[in-house]
């Protein structure tokens, strides 16, 4: 692999900075299930999303990332995908699609697509071939191997390796017609492709080229930061208290994740005068590798999202044994990704996206008396960061948690998995597993939007595959477009905000207070311009001692979250208060 970022021919050539056109851009995740139901059938479709542009247009987003629509057998609601160049009958056929990516670009949106090819489905022609004979020539499209030594085939131990699977389980299925385990991360109707085969990449390459052909304006790329995996499949270590092995250590930024990337850009956006935008998942990931990934001089992507911040409430036991995140870790962890990327590579800004909890609930507060101020505190810091903010549909309304009464009301693979495996096969209580679902479960993303207060919440005039959230009457768009101090609102005026000032798109960041418990507050310069945001992540009072507060005394309060309250840089904030400043800095 040529290291691109010591050869100053090959950073000669990276565009600047400011041509950039992501760096000022917001981008709003549907995910098509549960946006909008057009006919009935209680599952959300592309025609239900054209017929509530207008809800985007008005919120001021610039990009849709669109989560998969393509022929699924909906194992992981659509990433499982069987067919890459056709739309899920459930979502529509390929003329809605056009029709979407015509009426986004009418109005100045674009649309990017999501890219799932560290694995297919199970059903895809692919797999089926390859599972079909030992001999077949697609055989080694995937990672098929051999019964441990020693070990009856199909019986428990007799994996090619200890990995264990994201959905619980062994990493590994056995197939009895060929006698051989096939390896998949995720479900075991998620088989692994093997990136090692350039007939792989090549029929990717292929695929992706004929989407921008199409019109699509880039990729949203799932767990791309794991499919180099290192050589001979290595038994992983097993962490205290677990069953597998964590492979992480062999499959995520593999031997050969760099070169695959720079290939892909090569063979992809390379020869395209197109405005791209690439951002690529990646759990796991380091500010290390994250500098790597996105520095614009090595063409891999343009930015990654990473799941620092989104890990700091898992106990020892993962996800599923959930704890508290303080105000002061979530800064911190921010902070120095800020730091991280603050001269070379670039940020995404995320707080929620359709495998996270719903942020008020989750580091905001969504009991009545502070559910609207804190999702908007937790709006105001993320979006006037550096980076690019991703908004998850309903985040803009502050949609919360869903108070999942039984096992019977979650629908996702994961948290079903899960929860078998926790009570049937682990004997844990079943009330806390629940308990742990009811905050962590990736459902609570899933709810449908919540459009109006009328039946099912204006989502469908079916039965919703997923129950809505009860709260709809209370929480919902149409009341919020109407109301200057809505969620929505905020959200607006921040997406505003990072398009009429550079300062907010392209100014450097400064974090304030690091020791302050609640208190997150940071400054962003470009020139002689300066915003300030002070922002209480708690529900109590706080004060603070600002370095340089005297200068900022007659700086323009810009954006406040407390209705009647002018922002004042005062050294008092009230409970999940946030304030936006400007000023010129002289001298
Ligand atoms: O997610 C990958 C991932 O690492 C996790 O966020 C995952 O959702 C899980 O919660 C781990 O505990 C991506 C997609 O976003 C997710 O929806 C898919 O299920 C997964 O890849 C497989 O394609």
Same mark, same amino acid.
């Given at each position: 692999?040529?290291?691109?970022?010591?050869?100053?021919?090959?950073?000669? /050539?990276?565009?600047? *900075?400011?041509?950039?056109?992501?760096?000022? *851009?917001?981008?709003?995740?549907?995910?098509?299930?549960? &946006?909008?139901?057009?006919? @009935? !059938?209680?599952? @959300?479709?592309?025609?239900?999303?054209?017929?509530?542009?207008?809800?985007?247009? %008005?919120?001021?987003? !610039?990009?849709?990332?669109?989560?998969?629509?393509?022929?699924?057998?909906?194992?992981?609601? /659509?990433?499982?995908?069987?067919?890459?160049?056709?739309?899920?009958?459930?979502?529509?056929?390929?003329?809605?699609?056009?029709?979407?990516?015509?009426?986004?670009?009418?109005?100045?949106?674009?649309?990017?697509?999501?890219?799932?090819?560290?694995?297919?489905? !199970?059903?895809?022609?692919?797999?089926?071939?390859?599972?079909?004979?030992?001999?077949?020539?697609?055989?080694?499209?995937?990672?098929?191997?051999?019964?441990?030594?020693?070990?009856?085939?199909?019986?428990?131990?007799?994996?090619?390796?200890?990995?264990?699977?994201?959905?619980?389980?062994?990493?590994?299925?056995?197939?009895?017609?060929?006698?051989?385990?096939?390896?998949?991360?995720?479900?075991?109707?998620?088989?692994?492709?093997?990136?090692?085969?350039?007939?792989?990449?090549?029929?990717?390459?292929?695929?992706?080229?004929?989407?921008?052909?199409?019109?699509?304006?880039?990729?949203?790329?799932?767990?791309?930061?794991?499919?180099?995996?290192?050589? @001979?499949?290595?038994?992983?270590?097993?962490?205290?208290?677990?069953?597998?092995?964590?492979?992480?250590?062999?499959? *995520?930024?593999? =031997?050969?994740?760099?070169?695959?990337?720079?290939?892909?850009?090569? $063979?992809?956006?390379?020869?395209?005068?197109?405005?791209?935008?690439?951002?690529?998942?990646?759990?796991?990931?380091?500010?290390?590798?994250?500098?790597?990934?996105?520095?614009? *001089?090595?063409?891999?992507?343009?930015?990654?999202?990473?799941?620092?911040?989104?890990?700091?409430?898992?106990?020892?036991?993962?996800?599923?044994?959930? @704890?508290?995140?303080?105000?002061?870790?979530?800064?911190?962890?921010? /902070?120095?990704?800020?730091?991280?990327?603050?001269?070379?590579?670039?940020?995404?800004?995320?707080?929620?996206?359709?495998?996270?909890?719903?942020?008020?609930?989750?580091?905001?507060?969504?009991?009545?008396?502070?559910?609207?101020?804190?999702?908007?505190?937790?709006?105001?810091?993320?979006?006037?960061?550096?980076?690019?903010?991703?908004?998850?549909?309903?985040?803009?309304?502050?949609?919360?948690?869903?108070?999942?009464?039984?096992?019977?009301?979650?629908?996702?693979?994961?948290?079903?998995?899960?929860?078998?495996?926790?009570?049937?096969?682990?004997?844990?209580? =079943?009330?806390?597993?629940?308990?742990?679902?009811?905050?962590?479960?990736?459902?609570?993303?899933?709810? +449908?939007?919540?459009?109006?207060?009328? =039946?099912?919440?204006? &989502?469908?005039?079916?039965?919703?595959?997923?129950?809505?959230?009860?709260?709809?009457?209370?929480?919902?768009?149409?009341?919020?477009?109407?109301?200057?101090?809505?969620? &929505?609102?905020?959200?607006?005026?921040?997406?505003?905000?990072?398009?009429?000032?550079?300062?907010?798109?392209?100014?450097?960041?400064?974090?304030?207070?690091?020791?302050?418990?609640?208190?997150?507050?940071?400054?962003?310069?470009?020139?002689?311009?300066?915003?300030?945001?002070?922002?209480?992540?708690?529900?109590?009072?706080?004060?603070?001692?600002?370095?340089?507060?005297? /200068?900022?005394? %007659?700086?323009?309060?810009?954006?406040?979250?407390?209705?009647?309250?002018?922002? $004042?840089?005062?050294? $008092?904030?009230? +409970?999940?208060?946030?304030?936006?400043?400007?000023?010129?800095?002289?001298?």
């Amino acid at each position: 692999m040529t290291d691109l970022t010591t050869n100053p021919a090959a950073r000669a /050539g990276a565009p600047a *900075a400011d041509d950039q056109w992501w760096r000022s *851009a917001v981008v709003y995740q549907i995910y098509p299930r549960s &946006f909008a139901d057009s006919d @009935g !059938d209680g599952v @959300g479709d592309l025609r239900g999303i054209i017929q509530h542009l207008d809800h985007l247009q %008005e919120l001021g987003v !610039d990009v849709v990332w669109l989560s998969p629509v393509y022929a699924s057998p909906q194992d992981d609601n /659509g990433y499982d995908i069987s067919d890459y160049r056709a739309i899920d009958p459930a979502y529509g056929t390929l003329e809605d699609f056009d029709e979407l990516l015509a009426d986004l670009h009418a109005r100045g949106m674009k649309l990017v697509m999501d890219l799932v090819v560290n694995h297919t489905s !199970d059903e895809h022609p692919w797999f089926v071939e390859s599972a079909s004979s030992v001999d077949s020539p697609k055989r080694d499209w995937y990672w098929w191997r051999k019964p441990r030594a020693g070990f009856a085939a199909g019986a428990p131990g007799a994996e090619p390796n200890n990995w264990g699977s994201f959905f619980s389980g062994p990493a590994w299925h056995y197939d009895e017609v060929s006698g051989e385990y096939y390896l998949h991360l995720f479900s075991r109707k998620q088989p692994d492709l093997n990136w090692e085969n350039p007939e792989v990449r090549d029929a990717v390459y292929d695929m992706m080229n004929w989407w921008l052909d199409r019109g699509v304006d880039g990729f949203r790329m799932d767990v791309i930061n794991l499919i180099s995996k290192v050589a @001979g499949l290595p038994d992983a270590e097993v962490p205290p208290g677990a069953v597998h092995g964590d492979g992480f250590p062999f499959y *995520a930024q593999g =031997p050969r994740i760099h070169e695959f990337l720079q290939e892909m850009h090569e $063979r992809v956006f390379a020869g395209r005068t197109g405005d791209y935008l690439t951002v690529g998942e990646m759990p796991g990931v380091t500010v290390e590798h994250a500098r790597l990934f996105t520095d614009p *001089a090595r063409r891999e992507v343009d930015m990654v999202f990473q799941f620092e911040h989104v890990g700091l409430d898992h106990g020892a036991g993962g996800k599923f044994d959930p @704890g508290a995140a303080s105000p002061r870790d979530v800064k911190a962890s921010l /902070g120095r990704w800020q730091e991280g990327l603050a001269e070379t590579g670039w940020n995404s800004l995320y707080w929620n996206n359709h495998d996270q909890p719903r942020v008020v609930s989750r580091f905001g507060d969504d009991r009545p008396e502070h559910r609207v101020a804190s999702a908007k505190a937790l709006a105001t810091v993320l979006h006037l960061m550096r980076g690019t903010p991703y908004v998850y549909q309903g985040e803009e309304l502050g949609m919360t948690n869903m108070p999942f009464a039984s096992i019977d009301d979650f629908r996702d693979i994961e948290s079903l998995n899960h929860y078998a495996v926790a009570v049937a096969a682990q004997g844990q209580a =079943p009330e806390a597993v629940l308990a742990a679902l009811r905050v962590m479960s990736r459902d609570n993303a899933r709810t +449908p939007v919540q459009w109006s207060d009328g =039946p099912a919440a204006g &989502f469908t005039t079916g039965t919703p595959w997923i129950a809505v959230n009860p709260n709809a009457a209370l929480i919902n768009a149409a009341a919020q477009r109407e109301d200057p101090g809505s969620v &929505f609102a905020h959200y607006r005026a921040l997406i505003a905000l990072r398009h009429s000032e550079r300062v907010v798109s392209h100014g450097s960041f400064e974090l304030l207070l690091p020791e302050h418990p609640t208190v997150f507050a940071y400054t962003r310069t470009l020139g002689d311009r300066q915003l300030l945001v002070i922002a209480n992540l708690s529900g109590e009072r706080a004060v603070y001692d600002l370095p340089d507060a005297a /200068g900022w005394r %007659e700086a323009e309060p810009v954006l406040g979250n407390l209705g009647g309250r002018l922002p $004042r840089v005062d050294g $008092r904030c009230e +409970p999940w208060e946030a304030q936006v400043f400007l000023q010129e800095v002289t001298g």
